[in-house]
């Protein structure tokens, strides 16, 4: 490996050897050397990095050997990182990484934390290292320093990616159980709503509602939102919205169980009252949902 | 484009197609008051099944032939309005207001002899 000289007199000005022109090595030499000294001393400065991320008291939620385990792979990714430069890959194995620890309840803080504390520790080390050849410190750094904060920032927005991967999917679950449509008498539907709606679920609910309509050919539907603590006044137009779109498929829609605040949010919006149909309780609902269809319940004595 | 109309008794059943033009629209509107007139038919069903988007001014086109048809004393009737649809309405503030709507044929004619039973 031949090295350049590579500093540059220019005619008639005394050359500063302070200031160089041009470096003295290639920065994937630089690279190639920094890697080398990283897997020679991977024992001892792995063995420094934990010990600093349980002074910092991260990654609490594992034990000693978990964390010595995830150390090893991470450390081994970091450094190919470095060396390779392969940044996708570093990125799937930040993604895997991810799915492992967040369901042990690992969290953002933790893995960028744990991350800039490797870095730390790498450029500690390569202080130690250089501290004799100072030009050369800051060389191997300007090769160094880029590359790390690449990594930190790979590992973090991969983490995070798949902490939003796993949100959604979650959402998603949580959206399919809670809007059930369910038939209870011929061209009688109900529509129980629990829990949070939001512009998204309001508009799945209306999907799924008119659907159900239109294959149980259903007259009569009561929506019952007793379990709906409050609504904004986006999704309080969303319900309106869907009255009127039942309406269109000949359906009559009645509306039980509001709370005192979500008719409060009604009346502010100037919810023509007229066009809504609504009782107190589901049991009221039903009945009046059975009058409408021209049904009877008597009890068994009364019918003989 | 020709609109089919179809008459079942005292009721007239007009089917709309897919894509009707604004002057088709118009063309309908004269046309359906007039047979409601030859025929003396006492309601309409309008079939809006093969329709799959409704805009306003179909929307307000069929509100005005529900209002000229009632001056005759006759009823109209909207049917088949798709779930798609039913929504993108409702999204425009396209209701329909005061007009009767049904999920399909079936439901629109029980509708009217039921209306009809009563006020007989």
């Given at each position: 490996m031949s090295k350049r000289e590579g500093i540059t007199k220019d005619s008639g000005t005394r050359s500063?050897?302070?200031?160089?022109?041009?470096?003295?090595?290639a920065p994937s030499e630089l690279l190639r050397e920094l890697v080398a000294h990283l897997r020679q001393n991977r024992t001892q400065l792995r063995e420094e990095w934990v010990v600093r991320i349980t002074e910092t008291r991260?990654?609490?939620?594992?034990?000693k050997e978990e964390i010595f385990a995830e150390a090893t792979s991470v450390y081994d990714s970091y450094v190919e990182a470095l060396e390779t430069e392969a940044f996708e890959a570093l990125q799937a194995y930040a993604r895997n990484l991810s799915e492992r620890i967040i369901p042990r309840g690992v969290e953002t803080h933790e893995v960028v934390g744990i991350v800039l504390l490797l870095r730390d520790v790498l450029a500690r080390s390569l202080f130690a290292k250089y501290q004799t050849d100072f030009k050369k410190l800051n060389r191997i750094l300007d090769a160094y320093e880029p590359a790390a904060n690449r990594i930190a920032n790979t590992v973090a927005v991969g983490f995070v990616q798949e902490r939003e991967r796993v949100i959604r999917q979650q959402q998603e679950a949580i959206r399919e159980l809670s809007t059930p449509v369910l038939?209870?008498?011929?061209?009688l539907l109900i529509l129980p709503i629990i829990g949070v709606i939001d512009p998204q679920r309001a508009r799945q609910l209306t999907e799924q509602l008119l659907r159900g309509i239109r294959t149980n050919r259903a007259k009569v539907v009561v929506i019952d939102i007793?379990?709906?603590a409050a609504m904004d006044v986006t999704v309080a137009n969303h319900l309106v919205q869907t009255v009127e779109a039942s309406r269109l498929l000949g359906a009559t829609v009645i509306v039980t169980g509001l709370s005192p605040e979500i008719a409060q949010t009604l009346v502010t919006i100037g919810v023509d009252l007229g066009k809504m149909n609504t009782v107190g309780d589901l049991q009221g609902g039903i009945e009046q949902a059975e009058r409408l269809l021209g049904y009877k319940v008597v009890t068994l004595a009364e019918s003989r | 484009m020709e609109v089919p109309i179809l008459k079942q008794g005292e009721v007239l059943i007009a089917t709309f197609q897919a894509a009707l033009s604004d002057a088709d629209l118009n063309h309908l509107r004269m046309g359906l008051v007039r047979q409601v007139v030859k025929f003396r038919s006492r309601a309409v069903i309008v079939d809006?099944?093969?329709?799959d988007v409704m805009d306003s001014f179909a929307s307000r086109t069929l509100r005005e032939i529900a209002h000229m048809i009632r001056l005759r004393g006759a009823e109209t009737v909207i049917v088949g309005i798709q779930p798609e649809v039913a929504f993108a309405m409702v999204q425009l503030?396209?209701?329909?207001?005061g007009v009767a709507t049904a999920l399909d044929l079936e439901e629109g004619l029980a509708y009217l002899n039921e209306k009809f039973k009563t006020t007989n």
């Open positions: 500063n050897p302070s200031v160089e022109l041009v470096r003295s090595e991260l990654l609490t939620a594992m034990t038939q209870v008498r011929e061209r007793t379990g709906v | 809006v099944t093969a329709m503030g396209l209701t329909l207001e």
